[in-house]
């Protein structure tokens, strides 16, 4: 791979230990992939930040490091709400080890906003055609496919390598020639709201780590490609999806692509297998969760208006980023006067603060492709009005 002089020079350790640590794994990656160089990226997010998930090796490894970022990098999701990590029962001892942690990637520069949601925080915008080096699976999708930017599927170290180089290995989804649909998916009847997370769910399963091209009957949201994109990405190893007449880069006339060769047909039957799985658990729903990813505001609005005048009867818990609730102060109340909780900078998958519980309601195609293995617990489908109904005993 072909390195500047300033990049040979930060190799040999004339940086600093850090920095030559960081340019190696960099290295390392782009020779495995066949880069020719490194390139210059715009944002970093870097995962591996629960205690949960990383352990003390992950502690050890990340506090030996010194420096600071070169460019805007923040990070996914914690182990708990960092301000109010009481409020979900979390053990003094685990919310020690996680200040930790937070404190060493904050001693690197990285903004200690915790969200798998980075595209909705100011200094995080992301432009068609922006570089990055996101970590966190439906980030990346998002990224990739409904903003038309190139991340590859970083890993918590080599998106940490990115934000402290400011630069990743060019190869992979930052080509424009690994970016072609070779997948179609037709779903040919209207979907809406947790539809798509269901779908995404039986999509992936479907397609692995393709590209797949969707032929969709009705035109998503933002929000709604968002949990596309994040249980696609569980059920399956998608880093990037297009749709047919939506997504920006199949409605670029530059972007050329051939018809994919392999093909399947999604049915409303094989969705409607995923909402069903309520009803085989056995188990009852004990705490309901909503925002796997983290709620964007429109989706807080909409829960805000299905609590009005009513009180949660079993444990609700709505996951936001930090930045999000601040900017939503007066939905969150709304949402809090039924006694549901707003947690900021955790999720139920991340989190241990669930761990206890035996049968979790969820929105999410991606959260009830995760709960059961992450969390020890089953969890069945609905949409976020079934949510809403379950949460406060209205069914
Ligand atoms: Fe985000 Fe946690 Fe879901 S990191 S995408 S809320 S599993």
Redesign the pocket.
């Known amino acids: 791979m072909y390195l500047t002089k300033e990049e040979e020079r930060t190799l040999r350790g004339e940086d600093g230990e850090t920095l030559r640590k960081m340019i190696e794994i960099l290295v390392a990656l782009g020779d495995i992939y066949g880069a020719d160089a490194l390139l210059p990226i715009k944002s970093a997010q870097v ?1 591996g930040v629960s205690y949960k998930t990383i352990g003390d090796a992950g502690i050890e490894w990340i506090s030996d490091l010194k420096g600071t970022v070169k460019v805007p990098s923040v990070l ?2 914690a182990g708990m709400d960092m301000n109010n990590w009481e409020r979900l029962g979390i053990d003094p001892k685990f919310a020690a080890k996680q200040i930790e942690i937070i404190q060493a990637f904050g001693s690197l520069g990285i903004d200690s906003k915790c ?3 980075p595209y909705y925080l100011s200094g995080f915008d992301v432009q068609y055609k922006d570089h990055l080096s996101w970590g ?4 990346i999708s998002f990224s990739n496919s409904v903003l038309g930017a190139r991340t590859n599927r970083e890993g918590g170290p080599s998106a940490l390598a990115a934000a402290l180089i400011g630069k990743t290995p060019d190869y992979g989804y930052h080509k424009s020639e690994n970016r072609k649909p070779n997948y179609e998916i037709i779903a040919d009847f209207e979907t809406s709201g947790s539809d798509y997370g269901a779908l995404g769910y039986v999509a992936g399963k479907a397609v692995g780590s393709k590209i797949p091209l969707f032929k969709l009957k009705s035109v998503p949201t933002k929000d709604e490609m968002k949990m596309l994109g ?1 249980a696609m ?2 059920s399956g190893a998608v880093a990037l999806y297009h749709i047919a007449g939506v997504t920006p880069e199949v409605t670029d006339k530059e972007f050329s692509y051939e018809k994919p060769s392999e093909s399947i047909v999604i049915e409303r039957k094989d969705i409607d297998a995923v909402y069903e799985s309520a009803n085989d658990s056995g188990t009852a729903n004990d705490i309901v969760t909503i ?4 709620c964007s505001k429109e989706e807080l609005e909409r829960l805000s208006s299905l609590l009005e005048g009513k009180t949660v009867v079993k444990e609700f818990w709505i ?1 936001t980023s930090r930045e999000v609730a601040e900017q939503n102060k007066k939905t969150i109340d709304r949402i809090e006067n039924s006694g549901a909780k707003v947690v900021c900078d ?5 989190s241990p603060a669930a761990n206890s519980y035996k049968c979790m309601m969820v929105n ?1 195609g ?2 009830y492709a ?1 709960v059961p293995s ?1 969390c020890g617990l089953k969890a069945t489908y609905g949409t976020m009005e079934k949510c809403v109904k379950d949460a406060t005993g209205d069914i």
Do not use: D, I, R
């Not at 966190?136 to 980030?139: H, R």
């Not at 925002?291 to 983290?294: A, F, I, R, Y």
């Open positions: 995962s996914n999701p969200t798998c949601t966190e699976s439906s980030a994040a990405a569980a925002g796997c990813p983290h996951f955790t999720c139920m998958v991340v999410s991606k959260a995760y992450m």
